[in-house]
């Protein structure tokens, strides 16, 4: 007779969260057979989203915030933008979890459990800016292939977890290494299991500084699912895809790593600027590093409207990738005259800042209003979408949200 294989108990509760009900004959329930209350899922529900989240793609799951839902000073879960290259790892086994250290430049290399990484290991905790490569990718004209990010992928969550750094001191690094590649659980959309989805890292330098974490806690619990539960790789203020989620192994490279999507035009701009629409050849493009200089107005949400003789309040953030942001401003007037914001500290190097402000108009009308912010090198942002390159990444051109006086 044949036997029939049942989910595991660690499965169904997986199912059940998803379902949000307990699946009561769950233990007879055969392996592989799809649950009809999971055929459409509800993607909002299913990665615990607000449903104003906006949905890019289902194959794979890709999500945007708009600017009024990023308000908040610490992004939550919920606005929080899903930036996925291939599948979310299913059935994933906590207990066995490892993260192996290799490459040719790893003196002894090692695997660690996740008990070992949270209990060997100082434990740090940052805000941390995450900003797709792609954000801002819409914009461009002629059109750049691949997600049509608006300004929404972009977030700053509070990260824990130990420092890559620490690791690297316990694994013994090369004087021949040169950067850091990771490797992840998710899968390849083709579904064969010999091809990575994506494979990025980072210069040694990058990785040996105090904020670039090996992380098992977002907004103080588990990292969610979508995010990379249970491990994941931050490098703040670089584009997000160097972020490994679902990190399974580093490897110490004695080179640049050479991994999917790090080569040819993958998160890459041209090395220098193009006319739009140019052909760009492989070796003239160049891997971004630190994101530039941007901000994003979080309140009030765009198209409000004001009675006339009362001061508009505004907010939001800003961030410069590896530098800190030393001045926002504010036009009412497309750009002609500009007024400082106030701005705070960022809580700690790598976080966003927030500005706000209070402007005044003359009178009843339409107006725009118009945020930009300035590095510490004196980078500001430009007003309209800068560097044509052909994937679309790096368009921080301001922000700007309508305001009527009526
Ligand atoms: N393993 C793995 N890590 C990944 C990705 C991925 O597809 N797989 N996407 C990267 C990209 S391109 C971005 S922008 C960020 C998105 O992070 P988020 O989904 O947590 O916002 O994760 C990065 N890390
Ligand atoms: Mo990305």
């Given at each position: 007779m044949e036997r029939r294989h049942f989910v595991q108990k660690s499965g169904l509760t997986a199912l059940s969260a998803l379902l949000g009900a307990?699946?009561?004959?769950?233990?007879r329930l055969p392996v592989g057979l799809p649950l009809l209350g999971l055929q459409d899922p509800d993607p909002f529900k299913m990665f615990n989203k607000d449903p104003q989240m906006v949905l890019l793609n289902d194959k794979p799951w890709n999500m945007e915030a708009q600017a009024h839902l990023l308000d908040d000073k610490i992004t939550p879960n919920k606005f929080m933008f899903i930036r996925n290259n291939g599948k979310i790892p299913e059935n994933i086994d906590v207990a066995g979890w490892t993260l192996s250290f290799d490459g040719e430049a790893a003196r002894n290399p090692k695997t660690y459990t996740l008990n070992d990484l949270k209990t060997r290991f100082p434990q740090h905790t940052y805000q941390l800016t995450l900003e797709c490569?792609?954000?801002?990718?819409?914009?461009?004209d002629p059109p750049a292939k691949g997600n049509q990010w608006t300004i929404g992928a972009v977030s700053c969550a509070t990260w824990t977890g130990v420092r890559l750094r620490d690791l690297l001191e316990d694994v013994g690094v090369g004087s021949n290494a040169v950067y850091i590649g990771y490797h992840a659980a998710d899968t390849h959309l083709s579904g064969?299991?010999?091809?990575?989805?994506i494979s990025r890292g980072i210069p040694i330098e990058k990785a040996l500084q105090d904020e670039t974490l090996v992380a098992f806690q977002m907004n103080g619990k588990d990292i969610p699912l979508a995010h990379g539960y249970p491990l994941r790789l931050i490098a703040g203020g670089w584009p997000a895809s160097t972020s490994g989620k679902w990190l399974t192994g580093l490897s110490i490279r004695d080179r640049v790593h050479d991994g999917e999507k790090m080569t040819g035009s993958s998160y890459r701009v041209p090395c220098e600027p193009v006319e739009p629409g140019a052909k760009v050849a492989d070796e003239d493009m160049c891997i971004i590093e630190s994101m530039p200089v941007k901000s994003l107005i979080t309140y009030p949400k765009s198209g409000a409207t004001l009675s006339p003789g009362n001061s508009l309040s505004f907010r939001g953030h800003a961030w410069a990738g590896e530098l800190e942001v030393s001045k926002v401003e504010y036009s009412i007037d497309f750009g002609s005259t500009w007024k400082a914001c106030a701005l705070e500290a960022p809580a700690n190097r790598l976080a966003w800042q927030h500005f706000s402000g209070n402007a005044n108009f003359p009178k009843k009308g339409y107006y725009e209003l118009w945020v930009r912010a300035t590095d510490s090198r004196g980078n500001a942002q430009p007003m309209v979408l800068p560097g044509w390159n052909p994937k679309g990444y790096l368009n921080n051109a301001c922000h700007r949200i309508a305001i009527k006086i009526a």
């Open positions: 307990e699946i009561v004959f769950g233990n490569g792609g954000n801002g990718r819409s914009e461009f064969d299991p010999t091809k990575e989805p």
